[in-house]
């Protein structure tokens, strides 16, 4: 785990995305499946992953999270996460935030399984990050 | 969590796949970066993601797994990671199979991004599962 | 913990209930709180702790749930959960229903905080359970 | 997960209570049971838990906490818990207090659970806390 | 993680085996030091750790244990400790009897490092392990 | 759990090391065993294993680690393990360093132990450790 101490402990954010691909039938009924609200079932599942981050990435370092926040938006065939993540670190949370976006995408594929097991997940990717020494960044339109 | 009480312990397997695009020359250099070999962190990461899965994904059993295997294979401008799980249990293992191909993305991104900031994830999906009383499927090609 | 390799693997189930005391309006309004349906994160967060009772209680030992299931009911001045687990196992899932009760109830609490501090857990009990050695047992009415 | 990140570190302490019912013969005997000192393996457990709040509670921040201390006081036919936790932290430890008695007497339970089932758990509640931008707070006398 | 999905499941038993050396004063008082009982608190934590095995090992299965035991011997200057783990899997038990004797090693270090910061762990080796295709083994004396 | 609430957070660091004692022929393998390269499972097993100390460790507190180091040495007969930790905390990191050290040596127990059942963990120990209110410590020559 690289040595992070001789950083400045600053303000870090970062957002990530992500889509999964779903019959559009099963994105008219997932807020109400026999499973429960799969938008809210994802929504904690994907906030808990992102909490957990430091232990499923090896050599991700282990940070007091001020804010994780999902947002999901339904298309016409397919359901758009995104997560931000903020902290005062040492070093930043872009693997936060898409931990929490694989996670609820994960969940989403979970929740809908029983109706499709085709559901294809991508693309997931930084969307930004701000904070730390190399300051911010913005992906590029895809 | 649904009731899998009913069902019959039988031999359960799953295969998922997905993938990360990358700079040819980070991929030429993967398994010599200075923070170790991304292969190899990326496939002890998948392998013990499998077994969280149930902690990861809300409504998923806890299963105690025979196999997890990842597999790499890199490509021009991208990377494939396909992840085999079985289990002797009342319920499938498809979850486990794409939380370990996720997990292992996730770690090819960190190990990764050093270097290059816009990797983009996906697609990843479930390639076969076996078992069950649904018994076998196989994925279309992409 | 109790060598538990004597015994045999049969059907084992549980029930637990548990109460929050809270004032009228914020039960009016649990559904829909700023910080989502407190109904629906207490459901996930004692599913997914009813799965860690081995890893919070001592010299419980992990068991592969087969069901795990949460129901919450609204009264004038205080909300009931109840938690019902179900496992093939050595021994049985009480401390598992019961740790999904108290989860819940927690989680409910963590919702409400900014509207009401002083809301009181309990009675927490188990209700019933069934299988095993000694077979079934029912708890008195209150 | 709410931001927090616009709060300051401060110091933080909370005090939680709870209890648990029980034949006073067994009571009389939770310090020698032959699965061990049930004060001692609950004490360890609440101390365990609280630690582990975030990990529980799906909205709670991962806090670094300074300090977690359990009592326990026999009376005639019930156990009382207190659970008293500290940190410097960017928002309170209430949780942390709550879950730690609320383990404590699971793990009560389950130490007691093979001389009597129908113990029952509660009055759990929040006794006190200081700190952070509302000060302090003292439950009323039940 | 190898596939043991072909093995039978079978009765498996091992026991391990570690010392730590202790200053002699420290040693008599281990029972009663200001932060508790180190006996009691390092077994807790080995049995814990035991059943965490899988989540520490990267290669290591998920095994649902039917039982861990630890005993503690004071020598004049050192601690042995050993630990029995005892399961129905299609794999042995030899890693989790080690890891319940490491983590009670360690904690009796923490326990003991206000008094002493020169002990040293060890030997910790596999004393016999029953069960499976190579049957029973036993460890040679040291 | 201590109070460390009263000390100052300043630059922590620990070194441990540890032995493992092995069979020539194993050893000249264990870069390329059938289960993957020993070492790289090892460092990793044991850097994730530091950021866990106070879920094994009882008493021990939650510290967001800035490094985490492995490093593997092998001799005629034997392998020798240290870690490196660091961090700003309230309190110190000895017990990161150590159950580094410990569960890398388990880890390359269990790759090595379809070869060898009989080796033998230790000496562990503690060998340095900077910063806090006792300032710098170093091990004697064993």
Chains 1, 2, 3, 4, 5, 6 share one sequence.
Request: with cysteine.
């Amino acid at each position: 785990m690289v040595d992070v101490g001789g950083k400045a402990v600053t303000s870090r954010q970062a957002v990530a995305e992500g889509f999964i691909s779903m019959p559009p039938e099963l994105i008219a009924t997932l807020d109400r499946l026999k499973k429960g609200n799969a938008y809210e079932v994802a929504r904690l599942a994907g906030m808990m992953a992102a909490k957990k981050t430091a232990d499923l990435i090896p050599l991700c370092h282990t940070l007091p999270l001020d804010k994780v926040k999902l947002h999901f938006e339904s298309e016409a065939d397919r359901v758009r996460v995104t997560c931000t993540v903020a902290c005062h670190a040492r070093t930043g949370v872009e693997m936060e935030a898409l931990t929490g976006v694989q996670v609820a995408l994960l969940t989403l594929y979970d929740m809908g399984k029983a109706y499709a097991r085709d559901m294809v997940i991508g693309p997931v990717r930084l969307l930004e990050k701000h904070g730390g020494k190399t300051g911010s960044w913005q992906a590029d339109a895809l």
